[in-house]
């Protein structure tokens, strides 16, 4: 891969066309084209989008909502926008400066663009995931992994790799649906996004049938489904990502995806002992005991004993926190920025092994595993976390054999009366020969549901609550 080839602003659903430059300002209406460049457009659709806007009620980490405010995978999401902004601007600048030669459209593009491109791509990590946290990915594969008789036989006449998309769902395969997707409406690229934006955020681009290969880091999961080979085969053709078995749909990662997946590890490590402190999960001691110990050899600013002294001065224990919190995103950014420009070769040559966080010096890395570790002993398994992942189990899975029931008998009266609660965004065919697409959009629809949304309609059609007439 080159630099020069790994950015453009092709969109999805758009043709081909050559751009006078990296950010294409012509695109559009002139007074738009005067104000925001393609990659500023790209964020602006995002942020603006209802799918982003119902991430505010999803879960993060911690049920939602609560007596004590905590992050949802918006608040999350805008978090790690900004660690990626500042990632993409500190790389960018390095890429800029160390390759000056390759003219003022690539200059342009790292100095001022990649910020942009970063930042869209972490709002938007997180879109495909359903209600209820990662456990809402395992109650829909448990769903199709516990079918059985004639809904079994159904569901195994689909194609090995379509059966996967569902056996082994994943919230990043179908946060590159969402974006890509047009669903039932006529305009073909969904949110129309930028190729290179596109490309920051799919962590693992391989279809579900060569995917989850814990081995391979670009094989840990699976970074489109069946529906979205050609989408992606499209992008990864146009920025010049390598294939490197014709025969598999398995791509070398782009090198902005590895940003994008670093401005999350950051925030997603620090953040969660955050609210784990406001939830009085952590004490104050432990969270101190860890972050500082960053700073040991650090010296001027960054320096252990001043560092300390400010702690300590401040009186308010949540400020505390938040203080540490900001020195340590910090020292982490320009941590990632260096690592990232030392495995420039690896990551161009598609073959760097670990994410950016997993390549720190020895002995910040055995912290980042400490508090990994804690977090999973006293954050992921606290009873309250639990409790949401069993209730999460029991929505999804529930709504998925009501939907699921009525696409595999679509002429049942009940079976009608549900289908007509489903989105018209969502097409249902009601044919044998469509039961994938089906199939996708009864996923599609509950994966997209806030988390009070799904346990509604989940009291609703189960009829543990009688809906009122409106």
């Not at 456990?135 to 199709?144: H, K, P, T, V, Y």
């Not at 400490?370 to 606290?382: G, K, L, M, P, R």
């Not at 044998?432 to 009291?459: C, E, H, K, W």
Request: with cysteine; proline share 4%; net charge neutral.
């Amino acid at each position: 891969m080159n630099w020069q080839q790994l950015y453009s602003p092709l969109r999805t659903g758009s043709s081909a066309r050559s751009a006078s430059g990296p950010s294409a300002q012509g695109e559009g209406p002139k007074s738009d084209a005067q104000l925001r460049t393609s990659f500023l457009r790209d964020y602006d659709r995002i942020i603006f989008s209802s799918a982003f806007r119902r991430l505010q009620n999803k879960t993060q980490v911690f049920p939602l909502p609560g007596p004590v405010f905590v992050h949802n995978r918006l608040t999350h999401s805008l978090e790690v926008a900004s660690v990626g902004r500042s990632l993409g601007k500190a790389v960018g600048d390095a890429i800029a400066d160390k390759h000056a030669g390759n003219g003022e459209n690539f200059k342009e593009f790292y100095k001022y663009e990649l910020p942009s491109v970063i930042a869209a791509g972490c709002l938007a990590h997180d879109i495909g995931n359903p209600p209820f946290g990662h456990s809402g990915e395992d109650a829909i594969r448990n769903f199709f992994r516990g079918l059985e008789g004639e809904a079994k036989d159904r569901f195994e006449t689909l194609s090995q790799n379509q059966q996967r998309d569902f056996l082994f769902f994943e919230g990043n395969a179908n946060a590159f649906r969402t974006l890509t997707h047009h669903f039932n409406e006529p305009s073909p690229g969904g949110f129309r996004l930028t190729y290179a934006t596109l490309a920051s955020i799919v962590k693992y681009p391989s279809d579900s049938l060569n995917g989850f290969n814990k081995q391979r880091l670009n094989t840990k999961k699976s970074g489109f489904f069946d529906s979205e080979i050609e989408t992606w085969r499209s992008i990864a053709t146009a920025l010049g990502i390598p294939q490197p078995d014709p025969a598999k749909n398995v791509f070398a990662r782009h090198p902005f995806v590895y940003l994008v997946e670093a401005a999350d590890d950051i925030c997603y490590r620090i953040v969660d002992f955050e609210d784990a402190h406001r939830l009085n999960i952590i004490s104050i001691d432990t969270i101190a005991r860890l972050f500082l110990s960053f700073f040991d050899e650090e010296t001027g600013y960054d320096a252990r004993d001043r560092v300390e002294k400010i702690f300590h001065d401040i009186n308010d224990d949540n400020q505390k926190v938040q203080f540490l919190r900001a020195k340590l995103i910090n020292l982490l950014i320009f941590r990632v920025r260096d690592i990232f420009m030392e495995k420039e070769p690896e990551l161009l040559a598609g073959k760097a092994t670990k994410s950016l966080i997993d390549y720190l010096p020895a002995r910040e890395l055995a912290l980042v595993k400490e508090i990994d570790a804690f977090s999973v002993q006293h954050i992921y398994n606290h009873r309250s976390v639990v409790e949401i992942e069993i209730a999460g189990y029991n929505v999804i899975g529930g709504m998925l054999k009501e939907f699921f029931g009525a696409i595999l008998d679509p002429g049942n009266v009940k079976s009608e009366k549900l289908l007509q609660l489903i989105s018209r965004q969502f097409a249902i065919s009601r044919t044998p020969d469509r039961l994938y697409n089906d199939i996708q959009s009864v996923v599609d629809f509950i994966a997209g549901m806030t988390d009070l949304y799904a346990v509604d309609l989940y009291r609703k059609i189960t009829g543990m609550t009688f809906p009122q007439i409106r």
